[in-house]
C-alpha cells in the first residue's frame, strides 16, 4: 500500500534552511564584507586614497596597483575602498533618517484622522509627484555640493514612501479585531499603538527599509556622478564611474566602482528578502 | 416523489462516476499526507450524493480528485476514478480538458473569486459552450441568457453583459451555477457552493440545485460541513473522516439513526430548529482533534475520540461494510450491531433559571450608525452607509439576547456600537444606569472592565506578536487587577483552565493554536476581566460544527458558573433558537421583531422572521423561499423596510410600522403580525 509507495524523501533541514535562508546569508555576506571593508579601510588601503602620483597615470591592473590607477594616477583599489565608506554612510543614512520621519508621519496621520490626516497625506503627494531624483538634484543644486548637502537633499524626496506606506500599514492594523478587542479591554492609545499597531504594521517597514538601502546607494552614485554629491578629491564610486566614463581603453577606472555598486545593492536586496521572510511569525516557526 | 427518485427505480447500465479505493496524498517536507486513503462510491445517473466532514477530512480534495484537478504536491497514487465508463486516470491532458466544463461540471465555494473580474459574464458563460463545441455563439448567447434567467437573475438580457464585480456574492453563485450547467452536465460536483451566502441565498440556491437535478436529470455531488444543507438537496451522503468514508447511507436515515459514531457526533452537534428544546441544552461534542496525517492510528482512525469504542477499535482498522440494507458504515461497534443512543452529555439537569426581572444591564433606545462614505467624484451627492436605523433593545442581567438577520442587517455594527468601538451617530446606551452614547473613551475606559467582547474570527482576533501568556495578562495588569509576577500567571493559568485550555501553553503564540482553540483564548481574555456583559460577534460561525458545539458549552457553562449576560450575534438560528432567552431579528437596521425564543420559532409574528426561519435548510421540510436580496443600504426604502420583499406587503405598508408589544413580551414591526406566520411556514 502506502510503503510501496514511491515517494521522494523528506527533505533534509540543511536543504530547507539553505532554501529559505540561503540567498539572505550571502546578502548578509557581501553586505557585511563591505562594512569591514569600510571600517578597515585605512589598514586594508595600499595607498592614501588622494596620493597622487600623475607619472603613473591609467596604469592597467597589475602587482603594484591591484585595480590599476585613474587620470591622476591614484589607485584605484585603495580608493574603491575608502569609498565604500561614504556609500554605505549615505545609503544607511538617508534611509535610516527618511524611514524614521516618514513613519512617524504616517503612523501619526493614521491614528489622528481628519485633517492632520489630510493635511500629512496631500504634503506627502506634494513631494512625491516629483520625480525623485530630479527634485533631489534641483535641491543638491541649490544647497550646494558636499556630502552632507546631498544627504539632505535625498531626505526630502526620501520620507514620503515610508508616509505612504506606515499610514497604509497603520490603517490596516487599525480596523483588525484584535486591535478592536484592545479597545474594548481599555487599553491606553499609545500602549494600542506601541504594543499591537507599531509590532504588527513593521514588519513591511523594516523590509522595506533593508530593501531600499541599497536605492539609496545607487541614487546617491547617481548624484555624485552627475557631479553632485562628494567634493572632488573625495574617493566615492559614483564619481569615481564619472571620472571612467571616458576612458574606454581604461576600462578599469570605471568598471570596478561600478561593480562595487551591484555588489553592495544586490547585498542588501538579498537581505531584505530574507529579513521579509524572517519577519513572517508563520514561516519562521517551520 | 422527485424526479431523481423515479430515475433511481430503473437504474442505468453505466454509472456516471465510480470511484474505487481512490487515494490521493500530498507530498510534504515531512512525508506523504494521506488525504484521501481508500474511498469508493458510486454516482448514477441523476443521482445526488453528499460528501459530509470536517476541515481536513479530505472531502474538498476528493472532488479535486474526480476533476483531475489536484496540482503538485499533491497526486493520485491509487485506485480507479471512471466517469461513464471511461477511466479518467487513463485520460490524457487533453482529453480530461474537452471533458471538464462539458460533461462534468464544478462549482467552487468562494463566489468572489470565482469569476475572472475583467471578463463580462455573457462571455464568461459562453466560452465553455463554444470551447467545447457544443453550440455556435448566437446559440451560445441564448442559451446563457436562458440559464441565468433559469437561476433567477432578474432582467438576464442586461445582466449578462456586466462585470463580476457588479453582482452580490449570491448573484454570482447564480452565474457559477449557470457556468457548470451550460453544457448540460452529466454530473455537477459543487464544493460547498452556499457556506459563504447567507440563509435566505443559500435556501435559494439550495432550492435551484435540487430543481436542475430534477428537471436536466444531472447528477450532483455536493460537498458540504452541514449535513442539513446536504439533507435537503440529497439522497445520500458519505461521511468522510481522516481521509476515509466512515458512513454511507440514505441522508435521511443518517440523520435520524446515525450508525458511525462520528456521523453520530455530526449530527448531534448542531441543534435542530425542527426539535423541541430539551431542558438539556448542552450539545454533543466529542473531544480531540482529528489524527496527524503522517502518524494515522492503527485501528479505527476515530477510536481515540471515539465515546463508544471497544478494546478491538484500537487494534483492528474497520472495513466499511454493510449494517443494514443500503447502509454502510466502518465501525465495529455497529457492525456488531449496536445502536448508538439518540442523545448524550451530561448536562446540567433541570431547566434554566429565568432572568431575575429587575433593571436592565443595558438598554439601547433610538440607535443609529451611519457610515459616510467618500463621494464617487467631487461633484457626485454625498453617499452614506445606514448601517443601524434606530435600535431600541433592553437586555436584562443573566438574560441572553440574540441578535439575528442576514449579512449587512446592522448586527456587527450594533455589536461595536453597544461596547463603543465606534460611537453612535443618534441614540442612546445605558448600561447599568450609566449612558455611554457619547461618553469619551476615557469615560468609559473603567467600564470597560464590565463590558466584554468575543470577535468572529479566531485568526485575527488575537495579536499574532504576542504570546496568549503576553495577551491574557494584558487587560489584568492595565485595569491594575494583579500585580505583576506570580499573580499575573497565577491568573492567566486560572483563566486558561477556566476554558479548558492547558495552562501550560502560556509562552505559545496563536498561530500554534486551532481556531477552536483561539476562540477559546479569545473568550479567556474577554473573561480576564470578569465582565457582567459579553457580546459575542458570531464567536461560531468560522468553525467546525464539531467545534461549535464545544464553544457553545463552554459559553453556556461559563454563563452558569459567572451569571453572565450575553449579547449573542448570529446568522445561525437553530444556534440562536438553542442558546438565547430572547430574540432580536433585524432587518436594514432596525428591530423586526423581538420576542421569547421559543415562541418566536414557535410562532413569528413578522413575515420576515417567518421566512428567516423558513430558510433553514431541514430535509424534508418545504420552505417558503425569499425572493430576492436585501435592498442597498445607501437608500432605505420608505415605509416598512421590509415591504420590497415582503410576501404580504399592502399599500397600508408605505407608513413604517411601529415596534408595538402586540402580545406579553412579544415586540413586532409589522401593520399585519402574525398574518403571515406559522401557517405559511407549515404549509
Known amino acids: ?286 | 416523489m422527485t424526479a431523481s427518485d423515479r430515475r433511481e427505480a430503473k437504474p442505468e447500465a453505466v454509472p456516471v462516476l465510480e470511484v474505487e479505493d481512490l487515494r490521493t496524498v500530498f507530498l510534504t517536507d515531512a512525508g506523504p499526507v494521506r488525504a484521501v486513503d481508500g474511498v469508493s462510491f458510486t454516482v448514477g445517473a441523476g443521482e445526488t450524493l453528499g460528501i459530509v466532514g470536517e476541515s481536513g477530512s479530505g472531502k474538498s480534495v476528493t472532488a479535486l480528485s474526480l476533476m483531475r484537478l489536484l496540482e503538485e504536491p499533491a497526486r493520485i497514487v491509487g485506485g480507479r476514478l471512471r466517469f461513464q465508463g471511461r477511466d479518467l486516470l487513463a485520460m490524457r491532458p487533453d482529453e480530461l480538458r474537452a471533458l471538464r466544463g462539458d460533461r462534468m461540471a464544478m462549482v467552487f465555494q468562494d463566489p468572489m473569486t470565482g469569476l475572472n473580474p475583467v471578463i463580462r459574464i455573457l462571455r464568461q458563460l459562453t466560452e465553455p459552450m463554444t470551447g467545447h463545441g457544443r453550440f455556435t455563439p448566437p446559440e451560445a448567447r441564448r442559451r446563457a441568457i436562458g440559464l441565468l434567467g433559469r437561476m433567477g437573475i432578474t432582467a438576464p438580457e442586461r445582466s449578462v453583459s456586466r462585470f463580476p464585480h457588479e453582482f452580490s456574492g449570491g448573484m454570482r453563485q447564480r452565474v457559477m451555477l449557470a457556468m457548470g450547467f451550460a453544457n448540460d452536465p452529466a454530473l455537477l460536483i459543487a464544493d460547498e457552493p452556499t457556506t459563504a451566502l447567507d440563509v435566505t441565498i443559500q435556501a435559494q440556491i439550495l432550492d435551484l440545485l435540487r430543481q436542475l437535478n430534477a428537471e436536466f436529470g444531472t447528477a450532483i455531488v455536493l460537498i458540504s460541513h452541514d449535513l442539513g444543507v446536504i439533507g435537503s438537496v440529497c439522497r445520500r451522503v458519505a461521511v468522510m473522516y481522516a481521509g476515509e468514508v466512515v458512513e454511507e447511507a440514505p441522508t435521511a436515515e443518517v440523520l435520524e439513526d446515525p450508525r458511525h459514531p462520528y456521523a453520530w457526533a455530526l449530527v448531534n452537534a448542531v441543534p435542530r430548529i425542527d426539535q423541541p428544546l430539551g431542558a438539556d441544552r448542552r450539545l454533543v461534542s466529542i473531544e480531540g482533534a482529528p489524527p496527524d496525517a503522517l502518524a494515522l492510528p492503527p485501528g479505527c482512525r476515530f477510536a481515540p475520540r471515539c465515546p463508544f469504542k471497544v478494546e478491538r477499535c484500537e487494534r483492528e482498522h474497520p472495513p466499511l461494510a454493510e449494517v443494514a440494507p443500503g447502509r454502510l458504515a466502518r465501525c465495529w461497534v455497529t457492525q456488531a450491531g449496536q445502536v448508538l443512543p439518540k442523545s448524550g452529555g451530561a448536562g446540567f439537569g433541570g431547566a434554566r433559571p429565568a432572568p431575575a426581572a429587575a433593571e436592565p444591564l443595558l438598554s439601547v433606545r433610538g440607535l443609529v450608525k451611519h457610515f459616510p462614505l467618500p463621494r464617487e467624484s467631487f461633484f457626485a451627492p454625498k453617499r452614506v452607509v445606514h448601517a443601524v436605523n434606530g435600535i431600541d433593545l433592553d437586555l436584562k442581567r443573566g438574560e441572553t439576547l440574540g441578535i439575528v438577520g442576514e449579512s449587512g442587517c446592522g448586527k456587527s455594527t450594533l455589536a461595536r456600537l453597544v461596547t463603543r468601538i465606534h460611537a453612535p451617530t443618534a441614540g442612546s446606551i445605558t448600561f447599568d444606569g450609566q449612558e455611554i452614547a457619547s461618553a469619551s473613551p476615557a469615560a468609559i475606559r473603567p467600564l470597560r472592565r464590565r463590558m466584554q467582547m468575543v470577535f468572529q474570527d479566531p485568526y485575527a482576533s488575537l495579536n499574532p506578536r504576542m504570546t496568549i501568556g503576553d495577551t491574557l495578562a494584558e487587560p489584568l495588569v492595565a485595569h491594575g487587577l494583579a500585580r505583576r509576577g506570580a499573580e499575573v500567571r497565577e491568573r492567566v493559568g486560572e483563566l486558561l483552565a477556566t476554558v479548558g485550555l492547558n495552562p501550560a501553553w502560556v509562552s505559545r503564540f496563536p498561530h500554534e493554536f486551532s481556531g477552536g482553540q483561539r476562540q477559546r483564548i479569545s473568550i479567556a481574555r474577554a473573561l480576564a476581566l470578569q465582565p457582567e456583559l459579553v457580546v459575542a460577534d458570531e464567536p461560531i460561525s468560522a468553525l467546525d460544527v464539531n467545534i461549535q458545539a464545544q464553544i457553545l458549552n463552554l459559553m453556556l457553562d461559563l454563563q452558569q458558573r459567572m451569571g453572565l449576560t450575553y449579547l449573542f450575534i448570529a446568522h445561525d438560528l437553530a444556534v440562536v433558537r438553542h442558546l438565547c432567552d430572547r430574540v432580536a431579528v433585524l432587518y436594514l437596521g432596525q428591530v423586526m421583531e423581538s420576542a421569547p425564543a421559543e415562541a418566536l420559532f414557535a410562532r413569528p409574528l413578522h413575515p420576515y422572521t417567518a421566512v428567516l426561519i423558513s430558510a433553514v435548510p431541514v430535509p424534508g421540510r418545504t420552505r417558503v423561499v425569499l425572493q430576492g436580496e436585501p435592498p442597498s443600504t445607501l437608500v432605505l426604502p420608505t415605509g416598512c423596510p421590509f415591504r420590497t420583499r415582503c410576501p404580504i406587503a399592502r399599500p397600508v405598508c408605505e407608513t413604517p410600522p411601529p415596534l408595538a408589544e402586540h402580545e406579553a413580551g412579544r415586540w413586532a414591526a409589522c401593520h399585519f403580525p402574525g398574518e403571515f406566520g406559522h401557517a405559511g411556514v407549515a404549509a
Not at chain 1, 541649490?142 to 497603520?170: D, E, H, S
Not at chain 1, 523590509?207 to 546607494?217: F, Y
Not at chain 1, 564619481?239 to 576612458?247: D, I, P, S, T, W
Not at chain 1, 536586496?269 to 519562521?284: C, E, I, S, Y
Request: include cysteine; glycine fraction near 10%.
Open chain 1, 1 to 286: 500500500m502506502s510503503a510501496s509507495l514511491a515517494l521522494p524523501a523528506p527533505r533534509s533541514r540543511r536543504a530547507r534552511l539553505w532554501r529559505r535562508y540561503g540567498l539572505a546569508g550571502i546578502g548578509a555576506g557581501i553586505v557585511l564584507g563591505w562594512v569591514l571593508v569600510a571600517v578597515l579601510a585605512p589598514w586594508l588601503a595600499p595607498y592614501p586614497p588622494d596620493f597622487v602620483d600623475v607619472t603613473n597615470r591609467l596604469q592597467p591592473p597589475s602587482g603594484q596597483h591591484w585595480l590599476g590607477t585613474d587620470a591622476l594616477g591614484r589607485d584605484c583599489f585603495s580608493r574603491l575602498l575608502f569609498g565604500a565608506r561614504i556609500s554605505l554612510l549615505a545609503g544607511i543614512s538617508v534611509v535610516a533618517l527618511g524611514a524614521a520621519f516618514g513613519t512617524l508621519v504616517g503612523m501619526v496621520a493614521a491614528y489622528a484622522r481628519g485633517l492632520a490626516d489630510a493635511a500629512l497625506m496631500r504634503l506627502t503627494d506634494l513631494v512625491l509627484c516629483f520625480p525623485p531624483i530630479i527634485l533631489a538634484l534641483a535641491i543638491a543644486a541649490a544647497l550646494g555640493i558636499g556630502t552632507t548637502n546631498t544627504i539632505i537633499a535625498m531626505l526630502v524626496v526620501w520620507w514620503p514612501k515610508f508616509a505612504r506606506l506606515a499610514r497604509a500599514l497603520a490603517l490596516v492594523q487599525r480596523s483588525q479585531e484584535y486591535v478592536e478587542a484592545a479597545v474594548v479591554l481599555g487599553l491606553k492609545p499609545a500602549r494600542i499603538l506601541g504594543r499591537h499597531i507599531v509590532p504588527n504594521a513593521i514588519g513591511p517597514l523594516v523590509v522595506l527599509v533593508t530593501l531600499d538601502i541599497g536605492n539609496a546607494i545607487i541614487t546617491f552614485a547617481g548624484l555624485s556622478f552627475l557631479g553632485l554629491g562628494v567634493v572632488p578629491p573625495t574617493a566615492e564610486w559614483g564619481a569615481m564611474v564619472a571620472e571612467g566614463r571616458e576612458l574606454v581603453e581604461q576600462w578599469w577606472v570605471a568598471t570596478f566602482p561600478g561593480l562595487a555598486i551591484l555588489t553592495i545593492v544586490l547585498g542588501f536586496n538579498f537581505l531584505g528578502d530574507g529579513v521579509r521572510d524572517w519577519l513572517d511569525p508563520k514561516a519562521r516557526s517551520r
